[in-house]
């Protein structure tokens, strides 16, 4: 599978609210909001104990979905996504 739509449906199983996560051997504190019905994502994640930060949009438009990075560059969110594991048992 390629990675956009392996990012994609990363971005869409993740659950809602606030969770620990994990990328890249990395530890992260990510918070995902839904908008318009589930065609609009919002996803920002923040680097524990690090510098590093995540921010995202995704929409899913007639013309077909749109993943719009915040100020970065496209491959590190599709990066990002598409490592992106729920962390258990963290507190």
């Given at each position: 599978m390629?990675?956009?739509p392996t990012?994609?449906?990363?971005?869409?199983?993740w659950p809602l609210g606030t969770h620990h996560g994990q990328s890249g051997g990395k530890h992260y504190?990510?918070?995902k909001t839904v908008f318009a019905g589930g065609r609009s994502i919002k996803l920002v994640a923040h680097e524990r104990g690090g510098n590093d930060y995540i921010s995202l949009c995704f929409y899913d438009l007639t013309a077909g979905p749109r993943l719009a990075p915040c100020e970065m560059p496209l491959d590190k969110v599709i990066t990002f996504?598409?490592?992106l594991s729920h962390e258990r048992n963290r507190g």
């Open positions: 390629s990675p956009v990012a994609l449906t990363c971005l869409r199983n504190l990510v918070s996504l598409s490592q």
